[in-house]
């Protein structure tokens, strides 16, 4: 009978090592067979899952103009927003819809304290506003002059008839704002060099589309399907000044993270809103290789419908600056996110630096100001999953910049609101 022997409990060191040679060689192996990856023709969901990601990855590869062309490809029916909408509350819908938080006042740049920080005791004639920082007395003072002679040019010594129904604004404000734009940035562009390089456009179109949310498709040959919602903005402008060099953020990217965004748990068709099937567009004015390709200021006209006294009469004073900061949401963002699609960004690439735009809207009289940081473009399903990013609006109520027109006069122009106009034409990275 064989004696039994005791072994080791431990390993020799020999065979430690033979073992570990021989797992690394295993490693290192390459597969003798591709990886099994689900069909690409097939209708479960791991092959749409596939599809989708293909997709992405062809988009990511292409270059801009393609990757807008690739990107607004299908058309499926949209939700149009009007920027210019009578909807209740409408400020708030469109916050939902573009993820945008709103601050009231404008930026710490406008502030009313920094504007008036200047050197000098002198203030300009005829006003008792003190110069604004780059500006001497004398400039304001001829600025000043410059949108007196712009009023009376309009209100004063040019004889116009009486409008067509609905077209008052288009006949006698519409050449006031224009001649009003075009003489102002000739005069700051002193001041201001980037304004000499650029470029000026007078009711130019601007388009954005996106998606939003999904929802179940309830009738037709794809019924029962989870789709995403889009959105569509076909907006135009007075006129908007383009620029070759962005301009300077407001706040970094970092502040938007505790702003809050109204949560709408409505369907858009609600509000209402209504859907449409056409071409998706994404324009911002300009053709691609226009080198202005940042925009620094939209002029936008309210509609002939707009009268703060009709507000008044139904007991809707409130609506008055929603209508204002619906607008200037919705034209700010379509603008902007255009100008971001043309870098090259798109919800599966995330914008990697703030992107900003102003607008100022008016009615001839009354003035509002708005500026816009765009923080994010991935607001789709897909992207918007921990994302804190917030993009962001601040706006003001409506100033009025003169009284009336009387006996060839212009009765209590306002100087605080033309140095605030002032300021946003003097603004640069």
């Known amino acids: 009978m064989a004696a039994r022997a005791r072994l080791p409990l431990r390993f020799p060191k020999t065979l430690q090592r033979h073992r570990r040679l021989n797992h690394t060689e295993a490693a290192a192996k390459e597969p003798a067979y591709p990886p099994v990856v689900p069909s690409l023709t097939a209708k479960s969901k791991s092959a749409q899952r596939r599809q989708f990601e293909e997709q992405v990855q ?60 200047a050197g000098e005791d002198s203030s300009p004639a005829g006003g008792g506003a003190s110069p604004l920082p780059g500006v001497d007395g004398d400039a304001f003072a001829d600025i000043r002059s410059l949108v007196v002679r712009v009023v009376l040019q309009e209100h004063w010594h040019t004889k116009k008839r009486k409008a067509f129904l609905y077209r008052d604004q288009e006949q006698n404000v519409g050449p006031f704002v224009r001649n009003l734009v075009t003489g102002l940035t000739h005069s700051v562009g002193r001041f201001n060099p980037l304004l000499r390089l650029s470029s000026l456009d007078i009711a130019p179109w601007v388009n954005f589309y996106w998606r939003r949310g999904q929802g179940i498709i309830p009738r037709g040959h794809r019924r029962g399907r989870v789709d995403p919602t889009r959105f569509q903005i076909d907006d135009r402008p007075q006129c908007q000044i383009r620029i070759p060099e962005q301009l300077q953020q407001f706040v970094p990217l970092e502040a938007s993270y505790a702003a809050e965004v109204p949560e709408v748990n409505f369907a858009p068709n609600l509000m209402p809103l209504f859907k449409r099937q056409y071409d998706n567009h994404i324009f911002t004015g300009a053709k691609l290789p226009d080198p202005a390709c940042y925009g620094h200021t939209q002029f936008h006209l309210v509609p002939d419908r707009y009268h703060r006294d009709q507000f008044a009469r139904r007991q809707q004073s409130d609506q008055v600056e929603v209508f204002l900061r619906a607008n200037g949401l919705a034209s700010l963002f379509a603008w902007t996110g255009a100008q971001a699609m043309y870098q090259g960004f798109w919800p599966h690439e995330d914008v990697r630096r703030p992107l900003v735009s102003q607008a100022v809207i008016t009615d001839g009289k009354f003035f509002s100001f708005f500026c816009y940081q765009l923080n994010t473009v991935a607001l789709s399903v897909e992207t918007d999953v921990d994302n804190p990013r917030k993009n962001l609006l601040w706006g003001t109520e409506s100033l009025r910049l003169y009284e009336s027109v009387q006996d060839g006069e212009v009765v209590g122009l306002d100087d605080d609101v033309l140095k605030l106009l002032v300021q946003f034409l003097m603004n640069q990275p």
Request: charged letters at 30%; zero cysteines; a positive charge.
């Open 58 to 117: 062809k988009i990511r590869e292409s270059p801009v103009e393609e990757k807008i062309s690739l990107f607004t490809r299908i058309q499926r029916k949209k939700f149009v927003v009007y920027p210019q909408t009578f909807a209740r509350n409408a400020d708030k819908w469109y916050q939902h819809f573009t993820k945008t938080a709103y601050i009231p006042g404008l930026p710490e740049r406008f502030a009313p304290g920094r504007a008036t920080e």
